[in-house]
């Protein structure tokens, strides 16, 4: 019983939005709703569904303008990437991207664990174990540089490391 009073509780807070609240919601500034089209309630208040669907039809209706018809080389440009972008939001969506930050952080601290043991091997075996692990860590930069570049993109063209 108490999450039915929860969600009746959100429900009504969501139902009575202020405008910098529904802004916020939209991802624009309160200047900026105020100057649009938006249903507003009697009472100036903003009812959080109709702002998001009103949001939604707006923005599929200038995407629609901007995709449809013409040949100019900006609206190429323009579909490009948009078919881009929808191809990096499928794969993050698919988990099969990692960010970029996030890939090399994890990738330090592959190559710290490494040295530490390599700095072990070095006092037990010699500075030749030394080195030779020192090297197959550069190598391993070197194929990590040229799988991925340094725009986070594979070689093949496949974004496979997006940076956020």
Known sequence: MPKKRTSDGQIKVMSELNQQSAAW???????ALRD???PREP???YVAKHLVQWHVARNTVEEDAMLAGGDSPALE???RAR????????????HAVLPRDAAREI???????????SESLRKRFGPEAYTVFEEAIGE????????FGP???HKDGIPVVMKM
Request: charged fraction near 35%.
């Open 107 to 117: 990738l330090e601290r592959w190559a710290t664990i490494l040295r530490r043991a």
């Open 25 to 31: 919601l939209l991802g624009i500034t309160p200047r």
């Open 43 to 45: 009472g100036r208040t």
């Open 83 to 94: 078919a881009k972008l929808a191809t990096l939001d499928l794969a993050e969506r698919m």
């Open 140 to 147: 391993c930069r070197k194929l990590v540089d040229q799988e």
């Open 36 to 38: 649009t089209d938006a």
């Open 77 to 79: 440009d323009y579909r």
């Open 151 to 153: 725009n986070g993109v």
